[in-house]
């Protein structure tokens, strides 16, 4: 008995156990060069407090010492005098030296590289370019994807010489005719030759195929492996950073300049130059079609590819260990504990069944010892039978009635994708990158079924733990899962007031809410007539509530049921295409789970649905004053 309860006590001992809130983790974020709108997502991560959030302390390292030394991002990284970094293809060529890297999220889905020269310069294909004077630099970043393109017009990059060119190239290095053709990036030469009226030309890698990735977050795959929450983390903040950045260019300029240049006595022309790199960030980053942080693991290996052909990299390189996959990693380090778990739960059965074997044997005879088993293992079989029995009874009818409802159109989305697949595929326009964001696109809606059944789980337990959530976060999921449906019915969906308002709640839930009201506004326009179908969301905070209102153009309620559409098993459509539960299951949510209110009033044009719930008293709202 004794070895029994020490092995209990070390059982306990290795349990997890929670502490004090945690000091932040401080890590550093290495960029790629000075401070500017191409780094602007990390900017509004740290403002907004996404990485506070997170429990994260990050400090953001321009590439430009006060001494004027250039810090290398991978560099940094390898070294450990930073966590993160921003980089593109110097992360496969510092790879192939071993240097252990992984790439977290691709931000800039086209790389902004581009070669320029004046409008007159007798230029109509890359073979033009043996009679012309090229600004190359020996392992200069912006010369691989030149050299790619040569390569792959059947051109031998040795024929063109490298130059000791200091500094950065302008467009006086065109005007000024010391060189015919000079490298950009992100379109700042483009910018100060518009602003002193010079025209160019300009040559971009992609249309000649050469399809690289632009800025990239990466980490060591060492850090990766041990602490991939911390990486996660730092991924989900950023990416949240991102779409804010995004979505407010002219406020996140002006934080820039606030913060980054204070003194600076051309603050306006600074102000002007990251409101035009903006607009080529939001290019680049393919947003909104493109998810941010998307990464093709095709295109790296593509990418990787080019580089061997052009005899930078040697090895070959294993994608799956280049990518950070959090789940992946999850799954990995869940499968090793519980390799642990089962071993030591084996040892522990044995020891204790040995323990009372001999504990019971000096008290009782073994006749004794196995009828007391046989009516113990009997007794334990009757109460597992009585409480599966139960939690099935309990869960079972409107489990299954509200699935089948929260299924029907990720289905229908899944449908569409692959009728899509197959007109491209009659039509001859499958092509790897379409075929490519299809497949993507498919994995997102067979995540969001898997997440249906968690999702109505935590719905039926009453002791589900509220937390602090974005208003909007919940919104765009919905959207991100009725995405398809709505293009394909031509349903327009506005944004014209949003603010990062947190609400305190069950998150899950509240996403749940907004989908079934979300659904109603869609099932009533795809069948309309109308050309110009749209819905309309506002998010703002009121009087402690943060507030969502869903606006639809379909021609709202008829007053004589309007007390009735919150009554459970009540609708207006054929009994074979609605449960009546919807608009029921949104009204305990929001007003009994939450402590919120639901009200609808009718417009011009249609329906108004206001959803009103508990904002977090932490912010007086999510938006960056600046």
């Not at 890359?126 to 200069?140: N, S, V, Y």
């Not at 493109?290 to 052909?309: C, D, K």
């Not at 994608?319 to 992946?328: G, Q």
Request: aromatic share 12%.
């Amino acid at each position: 008995m004794k070895i029994f309860m020490s092995l209990l006590l070390l059982f306990l001992f290795m349990l997890p156990v929670r502490g004090k809130a945690e000091e932040p983790q401080k890590v550093v974020l290495q960029l790629r060069w000075q401070h500017q709108f191409q780094f602007a997502g990390y900017y509004m991560a740290q403002a907004l407090g996404y990485y506070a959030e997170e429990g994260l302390d990050v400090e953001i390292r321009s590439a430009f010492t006060p001494e004027g030394k250039v810090l290398n991002a991978p560099e940094e990284v390898a070294s450990k005098r930073a966590d993160f970094g921003i980089g593109a293809i110097d992360i496969l060529i510092a790879e192939d030296e071993k240097t252990d890297f992984m790439v977290v999220a691709s931000i800039f889905q086209r790389s902004p590289t581009e070669f320029f020269m004046l409008e007159n310069t007798p230029y109509r294909s890359p073979a033009d370019l043996a009679g012309l004077k090229i600004a190359r630099r020996r392992d200069d970043l912006l010369d691989i994807e030149l050299q790619a393109l040569l390569i792959r017009e059947g051109i031998d990059p040795s024929v063109f010489p490298f130059c000791n060119h200091v500094g950065n190239f302008q467009v006086e290095d065109l005007v000024m005719g010391k060189f015919d053709v000079v490298p950009g990036y992100l379109g700042a030469i483009s910018y100060y030759a518009e602003k002193k009226g010079v025209k160019l030309k300009r040559i971009k890698p992609i249309d000649y195929g050469i399809d690289f990735y632009g800025d990239t977050i990466f980490t060591r795959r060492s850090l990766a492996l041990t602490n991939p929450e911390l990486v996660e983390k730092f991924r989900r903040a950023s990416i949240k950073g991102w779409e804010y950045a995004l979505n407010h260019p002219e406020e996140v300029s002006r934080y820039i300049v606030d913060k980054y240049y204070p003194l600076a006595e051309d603050k306006q022309e600074i102000l002007e130059f990251n409101l035009f790199q903006a607009e080529k960030v939001k290019d680049f980053t393919l947003y909104p079609v493109v998810q941010i942080g998307n990464i093709n693991p095709y295109r790296w290996e593509h990418m990787y590819t080019t580089l061997r052909n052009l005899n930078l990299v040697h090895d070959n390189i294993n994608i799956n260990d280049f990518i950070f996959d959090y789940e992946s990693i999850k799954e990995e380090r869940a499968r090793q504990r519980q390799k642990l778990v089962n071993i030591f739960t084996l040892v522990m059965v044995v020891l204790s069944l040995f323990a009372l074997t001999v504990y019971l044997t000096a008290r009782r005879t073994m006749a004794e010892l196995k009828a007391a088993f046989d009516k113990q293992l009997e007794e334990n079989r009757q109460k597992e039978a009585l409480i599966i029995h139960q939690a099935r009874l309990a869960a079972m009818g409107e489990m299954m009635a509200n699935i089948a409802h929260q299924w029907r159109q990720p289905l229908n989305n899944l449908g569409l994708v692959l009728t899509n697949l197959e007109d491209a595929y009659q039509n001859g326009e499958l092509t790897p990158a379409f075929m490519a964001a299809s497949m993507e696109k498919s994995r997102r809606l067979i995540n969001n079924l898997s997440r249906t059944i968690e999702d109505f789980r935590d719905f039926l337990n009453p002791r589900s733990r509220k937390e602090v959530f974005y208003v909007y976060e919940a919104v765009t999921s919905v959207l991100d899962l009725m995405e398809e449906n709505l293009r394909f019915h031509n349903i327009k969906v506005e944004l014209n007031r949003l603010e990062m308002v947190c609400a305190y709640g069950y998150a899950n839930q509240y996403a749940q809410a907004v989908f079934n009201v979300i659904n109603n506004s869609f099932e009533v326009l795809k069948n309309s007539l109308r050309r110009d179908k749209k819905i309309v969301l506002r998010i703002y905070r009121e009087q402690g509530m943060a507030v969502l209102e869903i606006e639809d153009n379909g021609g709202g309620i008829d007053e004589e049921i309007g007390d009735k559409i919150f009554q459970i098993y009540f609708t207006t459509k054929e009994k074979s295409k609605g449960t009546g539960l919807g608009l029921y299951i949104t009204k305990t949510i929001i007003e009994q789970h939450m402590g919120g209110r639901i009200s609808w009033h009718n417009t011009e044009e249609g329906l108004c649905m206001q959803l009103a719930v508990p904002a977090w008293g932490g912010h007086e709202d999510g938006n960056l004053q600046g």
